[in-house]
């Protein structure tokens, strides 16, 4: 891709990165047919697409993209365990979004402005995400400060998901990132939209014992398992199909 | 840098001069997506392409389509590499193809100096705009600078769906990137 060949691309990082778009992309490609109105189901699939072209790219940086999102078990996938939550009703996939684009943003200014070897891909996606994170955060407000119903569902997906907000800032290894800054602006920016939204910060624990998180060591939740047999089930019933 | 010879300068051209399979009314020139092209002895050539989204499919067709054109022109082997340094942005599209796109019923995209989404506000009911913009997207059908956003994404992953106030007809809008 660049001038910097996979010999010397942190493998751990390249999958981490990688199966956080793979696996969300998927999530948000289940929308397809299902979206409460036309526009959203355009939108969500346009950010799938963005999140699958990072996804090839940083895969295959680490090996075979195809072997790595069709052949590999449960355990050998290092996303996020946010990334993997089924996607609820709107407002679930909208928290969903709102936590994760914002790291992500985050994460990829940090690294775009460094010259490591995921600084080319960070810098070219950094820019699309700050269109999912804009789409996140419209849809927060609008829910969270719109009806009885829509601010109670918005509240109670915001909650939901919180718990798994934390791991999002274990550090990653041959990732050159300041994870204590990068969590703390995360939390300013998410409390500021939530804040608009008229949506109470949650306040349950983010890590530790009681909170989820070990998605980058493998540890998935039980949903995970099936949205993998569907994803995966095609290729594998039908090694080297192509059309 | 190696100065580019006369046939790499022709073999740019013509790579440019292939059409974009998603608007064939741009050449990838005009969209700025085919940065160089190199020569490796008198037959094979390696043509660097930028995508314009992460996740654009059309990079696929516009290899093969770059291929072929190229082959046509004596070229034995062609080799087309994907680069993503320094990122592609809708800057990067010349004068002429933002014409283009006018006429073809898309609202080019705004230049900008600073990157990311303009900021928006959303009504309760739905998207319209309240910024003060310096430079409204402008209808591509009747010219009116009153016009509303639809939705930020549309019919392909560079594009916003938009409405005109005036004449009352939707249309395309080549986002900023």
Redesign the interface.
């Known amino acids: 891709?660049?001038a910097t060949g996979p010999a010397t691309v942190p493998v751990t990082a390249a999958l981490a990165l990688g199966d956080d778009a793979l696996v969300l992309s998927h999530r948000l490609g289940e929308w397809a047919g299902h979206a409460p109105v036309l526009?959203?189901e355009?939108?969500l699939?346009?950010?799938a697409?963005?999140?699958?072209?990072?996804a090839?790219?940083l895969l295959s940086l680490a090996g075979d993209e195809d072997e790595l999102a069709y052949l590999r078990e449960e355990r050998a996938f290092r996303n996020l365990q946010l990334v993997e939550q089924p996607n609820g009703d709107f407002a679930h996939t909208i928290a969903r979004q709102l936590y994760f684009s914002t790291y992500q943003q985050l994460l990829y200014a940090e690294l775009a402005a460094g010259d490591g070897p995921f600084?080319?891909?960070a810098?070219?996606?950094v820019?699309?995400v700050?269109?999912h994170r804009?789409?996140a955060e419209?849809w927060t407000?609008?829910l969270g400060d719109?009806t009885e119903t829509s601010h109670e569902r918005m509240r109670s997906a915001c909650e939901a998901l919180w718990k798994f907000t934390g791991e999002m800032f274990q550090p990653v290894e041959g990732l050159e990132a300041d994870w204590a800054r990068l969590e703390a602006h995360w939390q300013e920016s998410v409390t500021d939209v939530l804040d608009r939204a008229t949506i109470p910060l949650p306040e349950g624990p983010r890590t530790g014992a009681w909170s989820a998180g070990a998605g980058r060591q493998g540890l998935h939740t039980e949903p995970f398992g099936r949205m993998l047999a569907e994803m995966q089930h095609l290729h594998r019933s039908h090694p080297g199909a192509s059309w | 840098m190696v100065t580019a010879t006369a046939l790499e300068k022709e073999l740019l051209e013509l790579a440019g001069s292939v059409p974009d399979p998603e608007l064939p009314v741009l050449t990838l020139q005009e969209l700025g997506v085919v940065r160089a092209a190199r020569l490796h002895g008198s037959d094979t050539v390696e043509v660097d392409l930028t995508p314009t989204y992460t996740g654009c499919p059309a990079i696929e067709a516009m290899s093969v389509d770059i291929e072929r054109v190229l082959r046509a022109h004596g070229m034995r082997q062609v080799t087309v590499r994907t680069v993503l340094a320094p990122a592609w942005t809708t800057d990067d599209i010349s004068p002429e193809g933002r014409r283009k796109l006018r006429e073809f019923g898309i609202a080019p995209p705004r230049v900008h100096s600073a990157s990311g989404p303009v900021p928006l506000s959303l009504g309760p009911t739905r998207t319209h705009t309240h910024t003060t913009e310096t430079q409204p997207v402008r209808c591509p059908h009747c010219g009116s600078p009153d016009t509303e956003l639809l939705s930020r994404f549309s019919s392909t992953a560079c594009k916003a769906l938009r409405r005109c106030l005036a004449c009352r007809e939707p249309f395309d809008h080549f986002k900023e990137l």
């Open positions: 891709m660049t526009e959203e355009v939108a699939a346009n950010i697409l963005d999140l699958l072209g990072q090839r790219i600084a080319p891909l810098a070219k996606a820019k699309e700050l269109y804009d789409h419209q407000l609008r719109g």
